[in-house]
């Protein structure tokens, strides 16, 4: 690792050195995220309140501290909901959050304390004075139902995911230790590991009992570790739940559970008016591919590239990839397939255009039966077979082969 990556480490390890690490941060452009930052100025120009939501140590109060250097608002108020001293300080929300109107005022782990959603409600709703609430969060929106309730018409969101291949531009760094920004920047792949294991005890035995949720850290992690072996396939809550010795109703409240903190993505099968038989369960996948492969206890290169399940790991890796560069909500994708003869990995809408995504692990795809039924039964304006690489060729009409590492460069020509 770079002297630069170090400090670039130790800058997301103590985010309180902002001043003294922001150059930095600024000149190692490819981790800056400003994208992030634009999109945070664009929900304020609409909103009063806006919640900057991903999983945990992804990187949302750096960019929170960078977004407040960026708009110079050096007097901005943080509070922090895991700190003894800013609870303390919230003794009296309404007093605390009120005394200073004219700074912003950040609060962070807010899906701790979800009673203040009200509090924001009633303080930005104040005709006297325009409060601006940045407030980040490591559960979605469908865990905080607070937020949607309370704060309707005046809270926008933006999820931060892990950094993606276009920002770090090593895939195979990035597959192997997932783009959590303090697994991806570690001295090595050991230290990443290690890092990752302690992770995901913390948010087993911390993390989920904080949300409210009364289960046995043992039982979640079986369950997360048998959800590893359908990672890229369907969804059979029955099937987990026997292997568990737990009801259907228990798998499905956990994979909610999972899904609602950033862990699991649920990929929503899309039904065509078509006369055949449409598969209707969801898919699964986890988001981090160095969750899954810490879960797995694969630890290097060398024991990822033998694994059983490389091209469905690879599948779920790319498909984060393309969700990313096309900057997808996870309402925005689905999969498609039928009962006999054909499937789609993924299917977006985009600037009008129906898009359709296989993926495939080799060196050169081809066209396949599938695809032009998929193409023909979904009337798509163009499929992309991606692969790992980095050339984009035509394989048919309407039909392209894409390399994984030039995904960032979506080239709208090849759709009109």
């Known amino acids: 690792m770079s002297n630069l990556q170090g400090k670039l480490l130790n800058f997301i390890e103590n985010p309180c050195k902002l001043e003294v690490e922001w150059q930095i941060y600024k000149d190692y452009s490819m981790i800056a995220r400003t994208h992030y930052l634009k999109k945070i100025d664009e929900q304020f120009k609409v909103h009063s309140v806006c919640a900057l939501l991903g999983q945990r140590q992804v990187g949302k109060t750096t960019l929170a501290r960078m977004y407040v250097k960026e708009q110079r608002a050096d007097n901005a108020r943080f509070f922090d909901l895991e700190n003894t001293i800013d609870l303390a300080r919230l003794e009296n929300p309404m007093l605390a ?8 005022i950040v609060i962070d782990e807010i899906q701790l304390r979800p009673e203040l959603f009200s509090v924001i409600r009633v303080l930005v709703d104040d005709p006297e004075h325009k409060r601006k609430f940045l407030i980040l969060g490591s559960a979605s929106r469908d865990l905080i139902r607070q937020s949607s309730e309370t704060l309707a018409g005046r809270i926008g969101f933006v999820e931060l995911p892990p950094f993606a291949l276009s920002e770090v531009h090593d895939a195979q760094q990035l597959w ?4 959590l920004p303090r697994s991806y920047l570690a001295t090595n792949d050991e230290e990443s590991f290690l890092w990752r294991q302690g992770y995901i005890t913390t948010f087993l035995e911390r993390d989920i009992p904080s949300l409210g949720f009364n289960i046995p850290p043992v039982q979640l992690r079986r369950f997360w570790l048998m959800l590893a072996h359908y990672h890229g396939q369907i969804f059979n809550a029955s099937e987990i739940a ?15 559970i999972l899904t609602g903190t950033f862990m699991v993505r649920e990929l929503t099968p899309w039904f065509e008016n ?13 988001r981090d591919s160095g969750i899954l492969n810490a879960l797995l206890n694969i630890k290097n290169n060398e024991e990822l590239n033998t694994y059983p399940k490389l091209g469905a790991f690879w599948e779920g890796f790319a498909l984060e990839e393309v969700i990313k560069a096309h900057d997808l909500k996870p309402e925005e994708c689905f999969y498609w397939a039928t009962q006999a003869d054909a499937e789609l990995d993924l299917l977006i809408f985009k600037d009008g255009k129906r898009l359709g995504f296989e993926f495939k692990y080799m060196d050169a795809p081809r066209t396949t039966r599938s695809m032009h039924i998929a193409i023909a039964d979904l009337k798509l304006d163009h499929l992309f077979a991606v692969y790992p690489g980095n050339v984009t060729y035509p394989l048919a009409e309407k039909i392209t082969a894409q390399g994984l590492e030039s995904i960032a460069q979506f080239d709208n020509h090849l759709i009109e």
């Open 97 to 104: 959050l009120s005394a200073e109107p004219e700074k912003l």
């Open 176 to 179: 192997l230790r997932g783009g």
């Open 242 to 256: 026997r292997s568990l010795g737990v009801s259907g109703h228990t798998a499905r409240r956990y994979l909610d």
């Open 274 to 286: 078509i006369q055949k038989r449409q598969v209707k369960s969801p898919k699964m996948y986890f």
